[in-house]
């Protein structure tokens, strides 16, 4: 019996690896019905397949019978973490902290940028070879609200530090202090909508975030409010976001929808006020280095029998529950 690790990188294109695993390389291929690349029983290192269906990264659980790690290259685990219930015992589950921080908080910038400043219509007119001047908000003198100040919100108050934003204030599950100010618990959130010109969610999908963004928060935001979701698409109640957007009390922009893909034909597309992006918040070039460097020291602390790094959880026997890490 080995001990394989499965890689969706090929491994020969990862520096530093430690000697002792046998490295296999395994993403789903491009139909997600890639055969297993060995026994599924000798694989001691899952590393999930990133930019796959849920159903494909998966589809290897049941058969992991020896499996001691589990490591997404997401920062989000919920697409795991649904279906972890054939999953034996004792298995860490890890995020990939560390790995998106810079690329998504640029996008949540660039989404931020574009929709104060009009850039989605000035596509439009330059499609129709149209000069369309116009007067448009600037991010400078915004009260920012950043909901979910974890690794990612946190690096998104980074860039914003020199775009002149009046104040950013932090909400997070709990109340903490940080070097840059109070983080407030997420129990406040609704007192301080009315003061926010920009709220930016970058929280996680949880049950407690699960449709977080409802008609009563939505209706909290000032008038003329920008929200930008960089999180998860099921943390805003779409239908709830439509009426707002329909009264054009409000805009939008999203990295993510709920549902997702966003199909043809869904009034989300034509809202008025919204600008859509398609989850790419991570894929980006800033992902292979940061991925190769995670899974590098993750790996190494495995073999040397270290504490792993962004432990999430670890599983209970049967898996109908799990223990938070």
Not at 118 to 135: D, K, L, N, T, Y
Not at 256 to 282: F, M, R
Request: charge should be negative.
């Amino acid at each position: 019996m080995s001990a394989d690790v499965w890689l969706p990188i090929p491994p020969e294109e990862i520096e530093g690896l430690p000697e002792g695993p046998r490295y296999l390389f395994w993403d789903g291929g491009e139909d997600g019905e890639q055969p297993f690349p060995g026994d599924p029983a000798d694989c001691v290192v899952y590393v999930v397949p990133y930019m796959k269906r849920g159903a494909v990264k998966a589809r290897p659980l049941e058969h992991l019978t020896g499996v001691r790690v589990i490591q997404t290259l997401t920062a989000g685990v919920d697409d795991v973490t649904a279906r972890l219930s054939s999953v034996v015992p004792g298995v860490r589950l890890c995020n990939a902290r560390g790995v998106h921080e810079a690329s998504t908080a640029e996008l949540a910038l660039t989404l931020t940028l574009a929709a104060l400043r009009g850039i989605p219509g000035f596509v439009r007119a330059q499609q129709q070879e149209r000069w369309a001047s116009a007067f448009h908000q600037s991010l400078a003198d915004k009260n920012v609200l950043i909901v979910g100040y974890g690794s990612i919100g946190a690096a998104i108050e980074d860039r914003l530090e020199p775009f002149e934003v009046a104040r950013v204030a932090r909400i997070a599950r709990s109340r903490r202090t940080t070097a840059r100010g109070l983080v407030h618990p997420i129990t406040d959130v609704l007192s301080m909508l009315p003061d926010a010109d920009v709220v930016i969610l970058s929280t996680p999908l949880t049950p407690d975030t699960l449709g977080l963004v409802d008609a009563g928060f939505l209706a909290r935001m000032k008038d003329g409010a920008l929200l930008v979701n960089v999180a998860r698409g099921p943390v805003v109640d779409t239908g709830a976001l439509l009426a707002e957007l329909e009264s054009g009390r409000i805009t939008a922009a999203l990295d993510v929808t709920d549902p997702e893909p966003l199909p043809p034909g869904h009034p989300l597309w034509q809202a008025p006020g919204v600008l859509i992006s398609p989850h790419v918040g991570g894929p980006s070039s800033a992902f292979l280095p940061r991925a190769k460097r995670l899974l590098t020291d993750q790996l190494t602390r495995f073999v040397n029998q270290e504490p792993l790094r962004n432990v999430i959880l670890t599983t209970d026997a049967g898996t109908a529950g799990t223990k938070g890490r």
